[in-house]
């Protein structure tokens, strides 16, 4: 984080008269982080804060573009929220008649990065650092990305964009930490050992959809018990294009089997010895 911290502050001091700041911002713990380090580091930057709907975002028990709109608040920064025109997470699904994967996220492609280009491109600055809360740590794959690099697509003769992974180095640990110590409250759908606060019911360590093609076995049977209605509604969706969202097999067969394993495993612990 420190090499790209200083590139980009050599860039801004070139383009010092037209540089901004896009937080691409979920309402999570990591995006939120990664706006309160920009502000921090370019206090007097244009900094936009913009967030995609997929159509399918946290709805309890606050709205996750709610939650995104109050923590962008409090650094003094607006929050707008774009969306794609044409069809919502699950109406995508059903149109391709088939989930994405990891090796074609069309949800990221389509309902975020294409809505969030779009609305950089109508910023009127030279110089623009297209900011996501990416984190090393997070995975494999992810430690590999390089934290500053040019965007080409959206890079012109007028304005040149670098997307940008403020917090790439830091782990959960000291992302929890800065929300503790500045007492930045967490969206309650986190985990409560996220929260310092007492914060209780929370069942996700990932703010993302509401059900998302990378949430775990475990997350999936929290979330059909927590969160039913998305749960039956992507379920639904299986049975009606005929396409598993996992290659395992359906929501309600992974998640029948993990609860499964948790019976057993509650049946071995009460048996005597």
Not at 9 to 17: A, G, S, Y
Not at 36 to 56: E, L, Y
Not at 198 to 226: H, K, P, V
Request: charged share 20%; with cysteine.
């Amino acid at each position: 984080m420190c090499h790209s911290l200083d590139e980009v502050k050599r860039l801004v001091t070139r383009f010092h008269d037209s540089v901004a700041f896009v937080i691409n911002h979920s309402g999570g713990k990591d995006s939120t982080r990664m706006l309160g380090f920009v502000r921090a580091c370019f206090p007097n930057a244009p900094t936009f804060a913009v967030m995609a709907d997929t159509g399918f975002e946290h709805q309890r028990p606050i709205s996750a573009l709610d939650f995104a709109r109050f923590r962008c608040a409090e650094f003094n920064v607006s929050l707008t929220v774009v969306r794609n025109p044409r069809r919502s997470y699950l109406e995508m699904v059903e149109q391709r008649g088939m989930f994405p994967s990891a090796k074609y996220r069309q949800c990221t492609s389509d309902l975020k990065r294409g809505p969030i280009e779009k609305y950089i491109r109508t910023l009127p600055f030279r110089l623009i650092f297209n900011c996501m809360g990416i984190r090393s740590e997070e995975s494999p794959s992810r430690s590999k990305s390089r934290p500053l690099s040019l965007n080409a697509s959206l890079t012109t003769q007028a304005r040149t964009v670098h997307n940008w992974f403020p917090i790439f180095e830091q782990t959960l640990s000291e992302v929890l930490a800065w929300h503790w110590k500045n007492s930045i409250p967490l969206h309650p759908v986190y985990i409560p050992d996220f929260h310092e606060d007492g914060t209780t019911g929370g069942y996700l360590r990932r703010l993302s959809c509401r059900l998302c093609i990378f949430s775990t076995d475990s997350d999936l049977l929290a979330i059909r018990q927590q969160d039913p209605e998305a749960f039956h509604a992507v379920s639904e969706l299986e049975r009606k294009i005929g396409f598993n969202m996992r290659s395992t097999g359906s929501l309600v067969q992974i998640t029948d089997a993990a609860q499964s394993v948790i019976d057993v495993r509650n049946t071995q612990a009460c048996l005597p010895f």
